[in-house]
């Protein structure tokens, strides 16, 4: 009898072990997740491009000796239909001089929708020197069935990026975030119902 009971209190024992082991384990995965996020932000890993930038236009100076090509590259996630596209594939910049490139979303559905386009930069090293003065993306975008907008990108390569990276892709994932923007949709659908009461 004193067998069993020490039995099921040895069987107890590593119950209540693996299941902290467990708690651990799901605690850990959660915590890596803001961990990645702020390593990739710092190291430009992963391509993730930083928030907006703010620079003084007399403290940089441009590096007029050399170009860096710029491909722009964009595509929809499944489930968002709109249509999206870069006015130019690509152009070539000197370091530490601004730019603007448009890229244009056509919404060919009969409803408001709402999109949100996520950056990368490949290869992930050049991810740091790539800033963003104004973007399409640090925002949602909402269009109305049938509308087509245009939404400029203003950038920088910094001077101080590696001689050895002479090319660099921006990437655009354009995904629907209706489903999470119902103030925008509403404020859309008020607007429309004060514009129809006005005529």
């Given amino acids: 009898m004193s067998n069993q009971l020490e039995q099921r209190a040895g069987v107890a024992k590593t119950v209540r072990k693996l299941c902290l082991v467990l708690v651990g384990m799901v605690g850990f995965v959660f915590a890596l997740v803001p961990i990645y996020d702020l390593f990739c ?70 409803t408001p929708t709402v999109g949100r386009a996520i950056p990368s930069v490949a290869p992930g090293l050049a991810a740091g020197y790539f800033h963003k003065t104004e973007c399409f993306c640090f925002e949602q975008q909402l269009l109305a ?28 994932a354009l995904f629907d975030v209706t489903d999470d923007s119902e103030d925008l949709i509403e404020d859309f659908k008020r607007g429309l119902r004060n514009a ?4």
């Fill in 41 to 110: 932000e710092v190291t430009g890993l992963n391509g993730k491009t930083g928030g907006q930038y703010t620079y003084v236009e007399s403290e940089m100076e441009a590096d007029l000796s050399r170009e860096v090509r710029v491909n722009f590259i964009t595509n929809t996630n499944q489930g968002m239909n709109w249509e999206f596209w870069p006015e130019k594939g690509a152009i070539k910049v000197n370091p530490g001089t601004v730019h603007t490139v448009n890229f244009f979303v056509r919404n060919p559905s009969s």
């Fill in 145 to 172: 069935p049938g509308e087509t907008m245009e939404m400029p990108l203003r950038f920088i390569v910094g001077p101080e990026i590696p001689g050895d990276i002479k090319e660099i892709s921006l990437s655009y």
């Fill in 196 to 199: 129809t009461a006005s005529l």
